[in-house]
């Protein structure tokens, strides 16, 4: 099956501080391809370069054919993405949202009613749609930005934590949605998630990161079989280790960057 994102010997140093250390992996098109890792493992970072939002020190990234580096503009034409941090304007309608979002991705104006209403559809807001956005819920939110992510129609989709912090009722929801778009469109779906149990239940592929170097991947069994474990989670705990680990690694390594230059100054 062709690979719709290719990575090769992709790295992100700031400064004294590796964040990700000449990883490579494919994802086939079509299929749920989850990337886990403990807390500053690299994730973020990874997801970040593989997006557009930061520059690899070295390495190359294909989307859908498209170099990463040389060719930003259809590279970020094929991918949607849901941030784990909120993205919305709340003083906005959900309708309005969207519609700023097409507009920026080039929907033709012809078309671009259609599609918002489609994608509305499909994460069950349509009738919503007039409502402020600072009056939904939370799992509300999380549905519009899936939609938002889809009004452009992306080859593959980006999502980072969709479900943390939701009650189950709303984790099965998103769930069901996004298992939706992966077997009634074809779309490929890139995940992050801390809860293992979804990823056991829905990726067709799973890499591990942990200190920047993805330490293992395969389909769930595969790896079960190879860490000699009954579940995903506790081949994760097997293969990364019990402790607690700090957050935002990277973001320190940058504060303390940013500390040295005001000394130096």
Not at 56 to 80: C, H, M, W, Y
Request: charged content about 30%; overall charge positive.
């Amino acid at each position: 099956m062709q690979n719709i994102l290719s990575v090769q010997s992709l790295t992100k140093k700031f400064d004294d501080f590796t964040a990700v250390k000449d990883i490579s992996f494919n994802v086939e098109t079509g299929s749920i391809f989850a990337f886990l890792g403990p807390n500053g493992a690299g994730k973020s970072t990874t997801i970040k370069m593989l997006t557009t939002v930061l520059k690899p020190t070295s390495g190359k990234i294909s989307i859908n054919g498209f170099n990463v580096l040389k060719e930003q503009d259809q590279a970020r034409a094929s991918f949607g993405i849901v941030f784990q941090d909120p993205s919305l304007d709340e003083e906005l309608t959900a309708y309005e949202n969207i519609v700023y979002h097409a507009v920026i991705y080039k929907v033709p104006k012809k078309e671009r009613d259609e599609r918002i209403k489609k994608a509305l559809e499909i994460v069950g807001l349509w009738n919503r749609r007039e409502d402020y956005v600072k009056n939904y819920s939370g799992g509300m939110k999380r549905r519009l930005e899936i939609a938002r992510a889809l009004v452009h129609y992306p080859k593959i989709l980006f999502l980072d934590e969709p479900t943390v912090g939701l009650d189950p009722q709303t984790r099965n929801s998103i769930w069901s949605h996004i298992r939706g778009l992966n077997k009634e469109k074809g779309m490929t779906i890139f995940l992050t998630t801390h809860y293992m149990e979804e990823a056991e239940a829905v990726a067709d592929q799973i890499a591990i990161i942990d200190h920047g170097k993805i330490i293992e991947s395969g389909t769930v069994e595969e790896i079960k079989k190879r860490t000699e474990t009954q579940s995903l989670e506790e081949a994760f705990l097997k293969l990364t280790g019990r402790d607690i680990r700090d957050d935002n690694i990277g973001d320190k390594t940058r504060k303390r960057r940013g500390i040295r230059r005001r000394i130096r100054h």
